[in-house]
C-alpha cells in the first residue's frame, strides 16, 4: 500500500449475531537515510582559509538540511553544505633536544549531519591537522 489514510471494514460474528465497524488506519512513508558522499579535507594551515564541500544523497529525493554538531570556533556550515573557517588557532611550541625549538601541529574534531525532514541523517566525524604553513623561498 501507499502512504496514506485508509479506512477498514472490521467484522466480528458468534454466529447468532453480526457487528461491523470501521477503522481508520494511517499508512507512513518509509523513509531511507541519507548518505554522505564526499570525504573530508583534513588539512588546514593557520591563519588560512579552510573550505570543504560536504556532499549528500537522499535514496528518497528528499531535501537535506545541513548542521555542525561539533566544530571549532568560528566554523560554519551553509544550507547547500558547504564548510568555511579561518583557521586561526595557537600552535605549540615543542622543544627537541638542546636548544632547538619546532611548532607543533593542532588536532580539531569536526561532527557534521545531512538530515531529511523525516529526522533521518548522515553524520561524518573527522579531524583537521592544522599545521604551520610552508614560507615561499627567499
Avoid: C, H
Amino acid at each position: 500500500l501507499d502512504s496514506g489514510n485508509y479506512t477498514v471494514l472490521a467484522k466480528a460474528t458468534d454466529g447468532y449475531f453480526n457487528a461491523s465497524q470501521p477503522v481508520n488506519i494511517q499508512i507512513l512513508e518509509v523513509t531511507d537515510p541519507p548518505v554522505i558522499t564526499s570525504n573530508p579535507i583534513t588539512k588546514a594551515y593557520v591563519n588560512t582559509f579552510y573550505s570543504y564541500q560536504l556532499e549528500a544523497t537522499d535514496p528518497n529525493s528528499d531535501p537535506l538540511n545541513y548542521s555542525l554538531l561539533e566544530s571549532p570556533y568560528g566554523m560554519g556550515i551553509n544550507s547547500t553544505g558547504f564548510i568555511s573557517w579561518y583557521a586561526n588557532v595557537s600552535l605549540p611550541r615543542i622543544q627537541n633536544s638542546g636548544n632547538i625549538w619546532k611548532i607543533g601541529s593542532v588536532k580539531v574534531n569536526v561532527s557534521t549531519q545531512a538530515k531529511d525532514p523525516y529526522e533521518a541523517s548522515a553524520i561524518q566525524n573527522y579531524t583537521i591537522t592544522v599545521e604551520m604553513g610552508k614560507k615561499a623561498p627567499s
